[in-house]
């Protein structure tokens, strides 16, 4: 799996869009983009995934650039509940393990 | 989604003994996962449980400290063995389908005096 680069930490200003940035510049042709995120002590929550075109759901945004080397996953009304600890992670979709591999990811700090 | 509840949610044990951790989930998966997640850390896959089979292993990772038993397809267990304080960390269960995203349980909190 292809390995990814995201910033240490990050802050945003409640009510503000938080917009957290990832670098996959190996990525494959049959990887895809996922994100999760971990709030203190509780186990990671999926959040969005994609392939190529950009994806929105109810939690978040999804925007992947056209050579697929980076990735800006947007959250747009951050509230305080949106702080943790964002992961980045390429795999190919499905396929024989479907395993994850995790990186250090961003440490999203909402602020009042 | 799946709804998975791992047990116990948190323990402490003394080192030298075993803690044997459950994960049981409210409906069939293809796969099931453990992860560790040490102290300020992020999350290490230890091994993919397989059914019926024996689990299979990340490098770094051994059958004889961490023995996993899949019996069925919706319930999984991890032993953390001859437990040292090097072994306090979170461990966390994970689920997925055929090309569905891994969802996770809320983990078992170790600590080892």
């Known amino acids: 799996d292809a390995k990814t680069t995201q910033p240490p930490s990050m802050d945003c200003a409640e009510g503000r869009a938080a917009n957290l940035p990832c670098n996959h510049s190996t990525i494959s042709g049959n990887e895809y983009v996922y994100w999760y995120r971990q709030i203190h002590s509780q186990g990671p929550q999926y959040i969005i995934h994609g392939l190529k075109n950009n994806e929105t759901n109810e939690m978040a945004s999804l925007i992947i650039t056209e050579d697929r080397k980076s990735s800006t996953l947007i959250l747009p009304h951050a509230t305080l509940r949106d702080t943790a600890v964002y992961y980045c992670?390429?795999?190919?979709?499905?396929?024989?393990?479907?395993?994850?591999?995790f990186g250090t990811g961003t440490l999203l700090a909402v602020q009042p | 989604s799946a709804v998975i509840s791992q047990k116990p949610s948190r323990d402490i044990c003394q080192r030298g003994t075993s803690l044997t951790i459950q994960c049981q989930v409210d409906?069939?998966?293809?796969?099931m996962f453990w992860y560790r997640q040490q102290p300020g850390q992020s999350l290490t896959l230890i091994a993919t449980?397989?059914?019926?089979?024996?689990?299979?292993?990340e490098s770094g990772f051994v059958i004889d400290k961490f023995p996993i038993s899949r019996p069925n397809l919706t319930f999984s267990t991890l032993t953390v063995s001859n437990m040292s304080p090097e072994d306090s960390s979170i461990y966390l269960c994970?689920?997925?389908?055929?090309?569905?995203?891994?969802?996770f349980g809320q983990g078992t909190r170790l600590t080892v005096v």
């Open positions: 992670i390429v795999r190919v979709y499905g396929g024989a393990t479907n395993k994850l591999i």
């Open positions: 994970s689920v997925a389908w055929q090309g569905m995203p891994l969802f």
């Open positions: 409906s069939q998966v293809t796969m």
């Open positions: 449980a397989n059914q019926g089979s024996e689990a299979t292993y």
